[in-house]
């Protein structure tokens, strides 16, 4: 097996085929097994290079979950348990020592004369040394500062290579690399020295003696310095050098300012294109995205591989079409065309093997057939074209360059180029933004990560503090405007504005007109759902697919690669293109698009209870989120109570699942304060009262419930749909049941009868329903016996976020009934983390259950490998019985570790947020794991001490209990892996 750490870190089997890489922590793992240098490094080292010095309480149980993720993808031996830690393989070859290795054995030629030799070994170093170590993997400290030091070993290596070269008189190889390298650095002595003895020993005295005044002059100039003995050596040996060949007598690259950041695939798929098949290659993507810089990039980079170079023919000024021939002779060193400006230019090129690198196609049409006339007439030519829409000409391969990355847990591509622009600007600020990593990803993700965008509004922060700068982001990032002049040729635009303005006003009126039509989504939309609202008045005859086509070619929308494809615009281009759209067209336009979202997320109900989200529901409704929202706010605004109504039945499921109730609850509201509220049919105002019940204990409103659900029940008779009429009664009988009240068997009962001559998709789930309220009143027998059934109905449907759920209050019966092992037997093989992003709030009640039949048992492994996700999922949504769950949990991890003062403050923090919710909390297991537990803590401690704890814990919110929660999970948790 073969690992590289250097560049784009990647793995490949001994036959050489790509092997997967897991995401994140555990491929900085992989990196810092590779600079081990084969040794072994103890698991306390790795969770220290993973987390510095404040590693989380599992960071032990994560370090064996990394090594475990290696292992699946690269096989058992490619990660060997030594000691007290891990070490690679001793079959698995990483690059890094390889080059280290070569760089050493280039270094003794040196050493003992052998230019040669060691010109050699460094190109081969250099060879397997194509970026910095782990690439973009990680920004730790110690991954930090290796990384520096390997770049600057890198950089002697270059310098080290290009040396050996010149003393073998190979000037000719030396100086692809040397005129840009020199270019870059005028003030560097032994790179302009190198120069100066590689254009001697090429031939080319004059253009020595020349780079030799230059060098001179500038050091003068700028530092008061006289050359060094290096640089006046090589002035000596130019002035005895012969007179001869050919100087270079072309144009040239210029130099960017600051060095191309997150790019390197881009760099890599484009530069295989170039010295691949492609003669003609296009980067296309929307104003701002980097596309002059990442061709300046590959043209400093590929002149070497040309041997005549690379030549850069900016476009971006030049506005008479005619004048693109003598553009390119301009860029080519050839003054005086005339007339024939195209054949002068053939003539010239005619037997060069050239890169021509034209920038800023776009705005002159006339460019295109001058460059395919080039490449038709002249076999050693290739182009590489920028432009914001691609060229449609034959031959013509595309890359579409997209916005910077931006990451959650890391440092992504966007953050490390905004941070990296801002410290031009703020030299006093440190090189990893730590406290201020908040505020710079908000900036990144209102920005969209779009690099000339970053730019702008890096130079703010010359006058203005980032959470200012974030502020005004979230709210208009159109209006960023430069501070400064433009800093190289890539920054050409003063604002946002200018820049899509740059690219509408070449569009054709429908296309502009359209554009600003789609400009009502929010968060992307189907090629369905942009042909319904934006041809909702038949204006564009059908046309909106082929339209979206060349909206595209222009790079103001993309289409990603989900089935279906979805339609996206940056926010910058969306925020423009508004001022697109007339102000007639508005009011229509928003109310087809709310109309288009109820009904498209009402359509992805299948034949299951409407009230009861499916995994197609939940993920449809969380793709269309942002579209929804916004289309709640234009029904709010227009007035339109039956359509806010639906939105907002389509909202609920989504909620429901998500742990978002109060959002949901929040629009209830709204609809019960709307006008025209009593008119809404009987079917719509029942559904809004079953989610307001269904809701209520989540966001600590119990009182509501039953209030909601027997006016659910009043609208349902009303409507006349049976379906309705039974899941009102079980949230009747639910709270009911939640109040001690009798009355709660005779709807159960009712409903029961119902379903044992209904049958349907949807059995299984009403029966899970009907068995909660069965635990509620505290029948377990019948909760057991209806939960079962429920199961094997479900799994037949493949209902698995609500067979997960059914599950939970299982597991919570089996506790209940003293039968700890059956409940761990049936929680067990539950993989909750991968249902977690689909719906984290149904989710965190079996993985809690987990973690109470772990507690109730003994498993202490199993409870310190889940409790962390059931913080997390608890904390993310708003269910507050939920979280006192997870809190009385941690009572008995407090308990555990004797930590009493720790588990009275907690116990007395639940007592006091619990008192509201006192029967739901009581029907839980979770009483269990706490009986007890002040009695012994009491024991425990002197009478002061657990009053004073007391007294803390019944002072605490509930934001100062959760945090105390996970501090005692930090702290007194062992983080070990799960047993099975």
Not at 533 to 551: K, M, N, Q, T, Y
Request: charged share 20%; aromatic share 2%.
């Amino acid at each position: 097996m073969r690992i590289t750490v250097l560049g784009v870190v990647e793995a490949f089997d001994d036959t050489g085929t790509p092997l997967p890489l897991p995401a994140g922590n555990a491929t900085v793992l992989l990196l810092a097994l590779a600079v081990s240098a084969g040794r072994p490094v103890p698991s306390g080292r790795l969770a220290d290079l993973l987390w510095g010095a404040a590693p989380p309480a599992t960071a032990g149980n994560a370090v064996q979950v990394y090594v475990r993720r290696l292992r699946r993808r690269l096989g058992d031996d490619a990660v060997v348990t030594a000691a007290d830690g891990y070490a690679l393989g001793p079959a698995v070859e990483v690059d890094l020592p390889h080059v280290e290795a070569l760089v050493a054995e280039a270094a003794r030629a040196r050493r003992t004369g052998d230019a040669d030799r060691a010109a050699g070994l460094l190109a081969a170093a250099l060879e397997r040394w194509p970026g910095p170590l782990g690439g973009v993997h990680g920004d730790a400290p110690w991954l930090l500062a290796e990384r520096s030091r390997l770049e600057a070993a890198r950089e002697q290596a270059v310098l080290d290579r290009l040396d050996a070269l010149v003393a073998a008189g190979r000037p000719g190889e030396a100086l692809p690399d040397l005129l840009p390298l020199a270019a870059a650095h005028p003030l560097d002595e032994r790179l302009q020295s190198l120069l100066v003895l590689a254009l001697a020993g090429a031939g080319r005295r004059d253009e020595a003696l020349a780079a030799y005044r230059r060098v001179r002059s500038a050091l003068r100039d700028e530092l008061g310095l006289d050359p060094g003995d290096l640089l006046e050596n090589a002035h000596a040996a130019a002035l005895q050098a012969p007179v001869g060949g050919r100087p270079a007598g072309r144009g040239s690259v210029p130099s960017p300012m600051h060095p191309i950041v997150g790019r390197e695939d881009d760099l890599d798929a484009v530069r295989d294109l170039l010295l691949g098949d492609a003669r003609l290659v296009t980067v296309t993507g929307p104003g701002g995205v980097g596309k002059t810089r990442l061709a300046l990039a590959l043209a400093a980079q590929l002149a070497r591989s040309f041997d005549d170079g690379a030549v850069w023919v900016p476009l971006s000024e030049l506005a008479d079409p005619t004048g693109v021939p003598a553009a390119i002779g301009s860029a080519l060193g050839l003054w005086d065309v005339g007339p024939d400006a195209l054949d002068v230019v053939v003539a010239h090129l005619r037997d060069q093997h050239l890169l021509l690198v034209v920038d800023n196609v776009e705005h002159l049409p006339a460019a295109t057939p001058v460059v395919t006339g080039l490449l038709a007439a002249c076999e050693g030519l290739r182009c590489l074209v920028t432009s914001r829409t691609v060229l449609r000409v034959h031959g013509e391969h595309q890359h579409a360059l997209a916005p910077l990355a931006v990451a959650d847990d890391v440092l992504g591509p966007a953050e490390r180029l905004f941070w990296s622009r801002v410290r031009a600007v703020r030299s006093d600020l440190p090189a990893d933004p730590g406290p201020h990593r908040p505020a710079v990803r908000d900036i990144c993700r209102s920005l969209d990560g779009l690099p000339l965008a970053l730019e702008l509004a890096a130079a703010r922060t010359a006058v203005l503090p980032l959470a200012s700068i974030a502020a005004q982001l979230r709210a208009a990032p159109a209006d960023l405007q430069a501070t400064g002049a433009a800093a190289d040729p890539a920054d050409r635009h003063r604002s946002l504005r200018d820049l899509v303005r740059w690219s509408t006003d070449l569009l054709p009126e429908q296309d502009r007109r359209l554009l600003g039509r789609l400009s009502v989504f929010r968060g992307g939309c189907t090629l369905d759902a942009a042909s319904a609202v934006g041809d909702h008045d038949g204006s564009f005859g059908g046309r909106v697919v082929d339209i979206v086509a060349e909206l595209r070619d222009a790079s103001l929308v993309t289409l990603d690669g989900q089935d279906p494809p979805r339609l996206r615009m940056l926010v910058m281009i969306r925020e423009c293109a508004q001022d697109l759209l007339p102000s007639q067209d508005r009011g229509p336009l928003q109310r087809a698009h709310a109309r288009h979202v109820a009904d498209a997320l009402a359509a992805t109900r299948d034949d299951r209870p409407r009230h009861i989200a499916s995994v197609a529901q939940a993920r449809a409704g969380a793709a269309e989120l942002d579209n929804l929202r916004a289309a709640l706010a234009a029904a709010r605004d227009a007035g339109d109570t039956p359509l806010l109504a639906d939105l907002v039945a389509a909202l609920a499921p989504v909620g429901d699942v998500s742990g978002r109730a109060g959002e949901v609850v929040g629009w209830l509201d709204v609809v019960d304060a709307a006008p025209g509220r009593a008119a809404l049919p009987a079917a719509r105002s029942c559904d809004l009262h079953l989610w307001r019940s269904r809701l209520a204990r989540d966001v600590g409103a119990a009182g509501r419930g039953l209030e909601s659900a027997r006016a659910a029940l009043a609208a349902a008779r009303g409507s006349g749909d049976p379906e309705r009429v039974v899941m009102a009664r079980i949230l009747v009988a639910y709270w009911l049941a939640y109040a001690g009240d009798p009355q709660a068997l005779v709807h159960e009962t009712a409903v029961a009868a119902h379903l044992g001559t209904a049958a349907g998709p949807g059995s299984g789930m009403l029966l899970g329903l009907l068995g909660m309220v069965a635990l509620q009143r505290g029948a377990h027998d019948t909760a057991a016996e209806r939960l079962q059934q429920a199961l094997v109905l479900m799994r037949d449907l493949d209902e698995v976020l609500h067979e997960a759920t059914v599950v939970g209050w299982l597991s919570e019966v089996l506790l209940l009934r003293g039968r700890g092992p059956e409940a761990v037997a049936l929680l067990a093989p539950w993989d909750f983390a991968a249902l977690a992003d689909v719906a984290p709030h149904l989710v965190a009640y079996p993985l809690g259950n987990r973690v109470t039949a772990a507690l109730l048992t003994g498993d202490i492994t199993r409870a310190a490998a889940d409790l962390p996700l059931a913080l997390d999922l608890a904390e993310r949504g708003e269910d507050v019985v939920l979280r006192l769950d997870v809190v009385r949990a941690v009572v008995a991890v407090a308990a555990g570790a004797g930590a009493w003062a720790d588990a009275l403050h907690l116990l007395a923090g639940f007592a006091r947020h619990a008192e509201p919710l006192r029967a739901a909390l009581e029907a839980s297991s979770g009483e269990l794991v706490v009986a007890g537990i002040a009695d012994r803590a009491a024991a425990e401690l002197p009478g002061p001490v657990a009053d004073a704890a007391r007294r803390a814990g019944a002072a605490a919110d509930l934001t100062t209990l959760w945090r105390t929660a996970r501090r005692v999970v930090r702290e007194h948790l062992a983080p070990v892996a799960p047993s099975h």
